[in-house]
């Protein structure tokens, strides 16, 4: 389940399909990671690698390494069966980092960079979720600093966080499929959803990178049921 939260409150409750028209939410650009190592560097470290002498320890026979994995495997205790995972609530950040929309701009930057963040859901004083801030859209390249234009840039640093907020912004249910957050994500181009209810409060965040994680982790991650 989908919702569009806005500072008036709710828009929409329903599935993907009808989401972008519901609420229009523009593409995020994203930067492109800059290379900045050559590929002879890279070619030049992979042969010093291949000419350093092998340290390998020798293997041990197999009824001895048997027996190394059985202790070892009685330090980590009973093994619980591992789940696969299909739902939002099995990837999400909870206790997510939130900003309030009354929030001065440059206050907001600090903390998202402090806590290494990109991305905040903004809650109203009801605690309700009524935005999104991407720490991108606090400092474009257009608005920086330059020669006589220091004053503008120290203005707009001033200003509320829900000026410069994506809203309305999607939420997400706890309860939906993975599949379908993946593809709202692509359409939108946003880096991650807030995890609501149909009111707006707030049960977490959900991000690109925790589906990646997930993708990485040791459990399965199912995509296709």
Not at 182 to 208: I, K, M, N, Q, Y
């Amino acid at each position: 389940m989908f919702y569009v939260l806005g500072p008036d409150g709710p828009i929409y409750r329903g599935g993907p399909a009808q989401l972008s028209q519901v609420a229009p939410v523009r593409r995020v650009q994203r930067p492109q990671a800059l290379r900045t190592r050559s590929a002879d560097v890279d070619a030049q470290e992979t042969a010093d690698i291949a000419a350093l002498p092998d340290t390998t320890a020798p293997a041990l026979p197999r009824a001895a390494q048997e027996a190394v994995d059985a202790y070892a495997a009685t330090e980590k205790g009973p093994q619980v069966e591992r789940q696969p995972l299909e739902f939002v609530r099995d990837v999400m950040t909870r206790g997510a980092l939130t900003v309030p929309a009354d929030m001065r701009v440059n206050d907001a930057w600090q903390i998202l960079a402090e806590q290494r963040v990109a991305q905040a859901p903004v809650l109203n004083a009801q605690g309700r979720v009524v935005g999104l801030l991407l720490r991108a859209d606090m400092a474009p390249l257009d608005l920086l600093p330059t020669p006589g234009s220091v004053q503008d840039a120290i203005d707009l640093a001033k200003r509320p966080v829900h000026a410069v907020m994506i809203s309305p912004v999607p939420a997400v249910a706890a309860d939906t499929a993975l599949r379908r957050l993946a593809g709202v994500l692509l359409d939108t181009g946003l880096p991650g959803l807030p995890v609501t209810d149909e009111l707006g409060h707030l049960a977490g965040f959900v991000s690109r990178t925790d589906i990646l994680r997930a993708v990485a982790a040791d459990p399965p991650l199912d995509l296709w049921s």
